[in-house]
């Protein structure tokens, strides 16, 4: 494949085709519009649809609309757009239609700052909408990176039958990097796992041993109900405890059960050293930098950078806090993953970098931090 | 009587618990039947037929149609409903709904699925009042009437639902009431049939809370206003103006011919294939 000079946010709208995204509903908002804007153009030459809607509660609706009509969707939208989308990703957790999310986070609260970078969503991602639910969040260190993790987002969508928030930032979003992009063909998808029962065994919301109940599109012959009301098997509201618990517990126990899989993380040197960088995002760019300054003038710096922020890589962080004596995490908000950091190494010493100004954080201010150690 | 009974009974879903949750005397369950006997009648498969909704007395309706049924959020189901015919685009979508459900919360998505002209049937049932949460005032609340938050009368305007509908750009826009089940469920059966937004708004009545609290009697004293109060599209075309203050207008209010959103972008699809022959999607 040629070797392009593209942004991260047209990769993930390279990467949701390849994936197989065949719907994607909008509205237009800095710094993800070039996303929207590519689909639309795109889509339509794959038979796919494109919708601009009135807002971002009717986008992330028309995209689980269009998901149980079995296409694959996708929505893309920022700050504001993803406080409003807070609704129906919690309507996406509870009737378990998947769809991906892509956030490219910039500085807030409220309008903030459309063009400058930040982190501060990352509580949001995990805690926006009300309930307890569960949820995955991935975040790509570069362009290439955006297109993989774009597809692993619609892969792991189909197969937990989730909502998955592609948590960007505005650098990743807006850079530009060398790639080269794999084939079409060379990509892996995860297609939905349908059903083949007689419509009336299927049971939508059916404990089938493997906590994510396979998914019959509509108008295939299966009729169904959908509710965002609690429901038992058959998707019917119920009020019942015993068919209320055994959903709260299924739908936990499907990410819970699959955590290896979905947590994706990259370690360099955290085995031998004292000092670790814990690390996501642009950031961890910076971060890479600041280790590889540190590493010259022979400190024992390690560097962890986490591709998948929810669920939180708990394992990683204590194996860490097992032989590192200093966790330091930089992310461009007041302190949002520090403190997940600090629940699983509380036994050690985490330095927070933080800057949330909509400035990026510098490759000195994290060796600053490695070396007051 | 009996036959369309047994047609009713075949489109419930006999594996949902009944009774259902509405008040007894309450007017939705004729919308209902009204909705299922179009159906019947247009002799639709019932595989290609979904019935969206959101929240509220109204959005309980799905769940009883054997259907492909999805109960949405609060005013969003016409949002839900535009993905669903945007993905499949052969199914019926109904989108059944409250009048504070279609109005308030969901009254930017309701102008929008108007104005895309978007295949969708709506079916507003309209007993203004926010049942559910007990009789709250809503967009159609009549001005000096009692709500539990208007407990000295009302002091907004009513939205005027269809007029809304048709400025707003819907292919088919009519009214009835609960009172007239067969008319209604002919209007059901043309804006099915029609290629476009269509609207019907159903004039209910809530006489466990806005009648109540209004003095206005039981369930079937407000059906009896609902027969005093509405004139035919026809009988009001030949009456003045000023005479038709207070009157229910029923029927047809607007049918026109334009040009549907799914099969436009049908042609979005033929355009965007015809300019550029397929790339590999990573060239």
């Not at chain 1, 955590?259 to 910076?286: N, P």
């Amino acid at each position: 494949m040629k070797v392009k000079l593209m942004q991260g946010n047209e990769a993930v709208a390279w990467g949701a085709l390849a994936a197989g995204c065949r719907f994607f509903a909008g509205y237009p908002i800095t710094p993800s519009t070039e996303i929207a804007e590519i689909l639309s153009r795109e889509l339509p030459k794959l038979g796919g649809k494109f919708i601009q809607m009135e807002d971002e509660i009717a986008s992330l609706a028309a995209c689980i609309g269009a998901s149980v009509g079995g296409l694959k969707s996708m929505t893309a939208t920022s700050g504001p757009g993803f406080s409003l989308m807070q609704e129906h990703i919690g309507y996406a957790a509870m009737t378990e239609i998947p769809c991906v999310l892509v956030n490219v986070q910039r500085l807030g609260p409220s309008t903030g700052q459309p063009t400058s970078v930040s982190q501060g969503d990352v509580m949001q991602a995990r805690w926006g909408t009300h309930g307890d639910h569960p949820i995955i969040a991935l975040s790509p260190i570069s362009v290439r990176q955006s297109f993989d993790l774009t597809v692993t987002a619609f892969n792991f969508s189909e197969l937990y039958r989730t909502p998955v928030i592609l948590l960007m930032d505005e650098v990743i979003g807006h850079m530009r990097e060398k790639v080269e992009l794999p084939e079409a063909a060379d990509v892996l998808r995860v297609e939905r796992n349908g059903t083949s029962v007689p419509p009336e065994w299927y049971k939508p919301y059916g404990d089938t041993g493997s906590d994510v109940p396979p998914l019959a599109n509509f108008g295939t012959g299966y009729r169904y109900h959908v509710t965002g009301l609690f429901h038992d098997q058959m998707g019917y509201p119920t009020q019942r405890l015993d068919e209320i618990d055994p959903w709260i517990e299924r739908v936990h126990r499907k990410i819970d059960r699959n955590i290896h899989d979905i947590t994706l993380f990259e370690e360099d040197g955290t085995q031998f050293a004292k000092t670790v960088v814990v690390s996501y995002g642009a950031t961890a760019r910076s971060a890479r930098h600041a280790v590889k300054l540190a590493r010259r003038r022979r400190s024992k710096v390690g560097l962890a950078t986490l591709f998948t922020i929810w669920p939180f890589a708990e394992e990683l962080v204590s194996r860490i806090a097992d032989t590192a004596s200093h966790i330091i995490v930089p992310e461009m908000n007041r302190g949002q993953l520090a403190l997940e950091v600090e629940r699983i190494a509380g036994r050690r010493k985490v330095t927070r970098v933080n800057q949330a100004n909509g400035e990026m954080i510098t490759p000195q201010m994290i060796l600053n931090a490695i070396e007051a150690n | 009587m009996t036959r369309e009974t047994h047609d009713e009974y075949e489109y419930l879903r006999h594996t949902k618990k009944f009774p259902n949750v509405w008040c007894s005397g309450c007017g939705i369950g004729i919308v209902m039947a009204a909705l299922i006997r179009a159906v019947d009648r247009m002799e639709l498969n019932k595989d290609d037929v979904a019935v969206i909704s959101g929240i509220g007395c109204t959005g309980r309706m799905p769940v009883y149609l054997d259907f492909n049924t999805m109960h949405t959020t609060h005013g969003r189901a016409l949002a839900f409903a535009t993905g669903l015919k945007l993905a499949q685009p052969r199914l019926n979508v109904i989108v059944v709904m409250g009048d504070g459900d279609a109005l308030a919360i969901g009254g930017n998505h309701f102008i929008h699925a108007a104005r895309r002209n978007i295949d969708l049937t709506a079916i507003v049932v309209n007993n203004s009042i926010y049942g559910m949460t007990g009789g709250q005032y809503s967009p159609t609340t009549p001005m000096d009437s009692l709500a539990s938050t208007a407990p000295y009368g009302n002091v907004e305007q009513p939205m005027p639902i269809c007029d809304l509908a048709i400025v707003a750009g819907a292919s088919f826009v009519a009214r009835s009431t609960v009172y007239h089940a067969i008319e209604m469920d002919r209007l059901i059966e043309q804006a099915i049939q029609k290629q476009g937004f269509s609207l019907i708004e159903v004039i209910s009545y809530c006489h466990t809370t806005f009648g109540r609290i209004n003095k206005l009697g039981t369930a079937v004293d407000m059906m009896r206003i609902l027969k005093e109060k509405s004139i035919s599209k026809a009988a009001s075309d030949k009456l003045p103006a000023q005479e038709l203050s207070g009157k229910i207008v029923r029927g047809v209010l607007c049918n026109q011919d334009k040009p549907e959103f799914t099969a436009l972008y049908q042609q979005v699809i033929e355009r965007a294939q015809q300019s550029e022959s397929n790339k590999d999607i990573t060239s």
